[in-house]
């Protein structure tokens, strides 16, 4: 076995742990909100690309200088998913784990999505496609001089936004291959955990005629999301923008299907049990 197939083995076990991690800190920051709750579907989906993306090795971003020009940016374009950033966030240091605690109260700088009050977040996302156009306008600052790349975590839900097509056909007409949009395709919608209102199919196909590079992966195991960030960061650059595909589903990697919801309530039993086995399995994947 060649030291570089070793060595990424080595980096995704890492990931696997890391995935643990986080898990069980969204958990916890869903039980100790003030209401208790957490967007546990949309944000459990998001736990891989995220965790690949800023812990894959690839992107380029300083916990200690968050707002330095000289590095890439990030957009959660799906606002629901902010208890899986959080988690990662707290987790780099960008805040306290405190932060955390008493979410979406009157007191706290961490609600139900994303604002720029929370440390690292450079503008506040949630309405639907929004974000993914702001992500398009900070690649096209970045294009200048070849300065930083951009990445953003979109929902297929989102994309039957039609605010989401006008960014990804001017990015692609404006030869953006600094950016690289990440589509968490969980196929469910709202409190619909298992189905569209819209079929969003041709996913594929419809990028690639706005002229992107399309990678469509399967993102319920870590290596192939790694390997696509890698290629977009590392692969010759063509002018065409990049879409990671991130094939999975609604609330993957819970245990108990309650998760898979959009908005859930996190009950004692409901937490004490999913707590334990998460835990279970992060001890596993220490030991292996």
């Known amino acids: 076995m060649s030291t570089n197939r070793i060595q990424k083995d080595g980096l995704?076990?890492?990931?696997?742990?890391?995935?643990?991690?986080?898990?069980?800190?969204?958990?916890?920051?869903?039980?100790?909100?003030?209401?208790?709750?957490?967007?546990?579907?949309?944000?459990?989906?998001?736990?891989?690309?995220?965790?690949?993306?800023?812990?894959?090795?690839?992107?380029?971003?300083?916990?200690?200088?968050?707002?330095?020009?000289?590095?890439?940016?990030?957009?959660?374009?799906?606002?629901?998913?902010?208890a899986a950033m959080a988690s990662i966030y707290a987790d780099l240091g960008y805040f306290s784990k405190d932060v955390l605690v008493n979410s979406r109260s009157r007191e706290s700088i961490l609600n139900g999505h994303p604002g720029p009050v929370l440390p690292g977040v450079h503008i506040p996302t949630g309405p639907l496609g929004q974000g993914c156009c702001t992500a398009q306008g900070f690649a096209l600052a970045g294009a200048q001089d070849d300065a930083f790349d951009v990445y953003s975590l979109l929902g297929d839900g989102e994309l039957q936004e039609?605010?989401?097509?006008?960014?990804?056909?001017?990015?692609?007409?404006?030869?953006?291959?600094?950016?690289?949009?990440?589509?968490?395709?969980?196929?469910?919608?709202?409190?619909?955990?298992?189905?569209?209102?819209?079929?969003?199919?041709?996913?594929?196909?419809?990028?690639?005629?706005?002229?992107?590079?399309?990678?469509?992966?399967?993102?319920?195991?870590?290596?192939?999301?790694?390997?696509?960030?890698?290629?977009?960061?590392?692969?010759p650059r063509d002018g065409r923008p990049t879409v990671i595909i991130c094939n999975t589903r609604k609330g993957f990697g819970a245990f108990s299907s309650f998760l898979n919801n959009h908005k859930i309530t996190l009950k004692a039993d409901i937490m004490e049990h999913e707590t334990a086995q998460q835990q279970l399995l992060r001890d596993k994947r220490e030991a292996d």
């Not at 986080?22 to 995220?50: C, M, N, T, W, Y």
């Open 162 to 235: 039609g605010v989401a097509w006008e960014a990804i056909m001017h990015a692609g007409h404006a030869k953006l291959d600094n950016l690289c949009f990440m589509v968490d395709r969980n196929r469910g919608q709202l409190d619909r955990s298992d189905m569209m209102i819209l079929p969003m199919d041709r996913l594929e196909q419809q990028f690639a005629a706005f002229g992107w590079k399309v990678l469509s992966v399967d993102a319920q195991q870590y290596e192939p999301v790694v390997d696509a960030l890698r290629e977009f960061k590392e692969a």
């Open 12 to 82: 995704l076990k890492l990931l696997q742990i890391k995935d643990s991690d986080i898990r069980l800190i969204s958990l916890k920051q869903g039980f100790e909100a003030v209401d208790k709750g957490i967007h546990s579907g949309g944000a459990f989906s998001a736990v891989i690309p995220l965790v690949s993306l800023y812990y894959g090795g690839t992107m380029n971003y300083r916990v200690e200088e968050p707002t330095a020009a000289d590095q890439d940016m990030f957009v959660l374009s799906k606002g629901h998913a902010v």
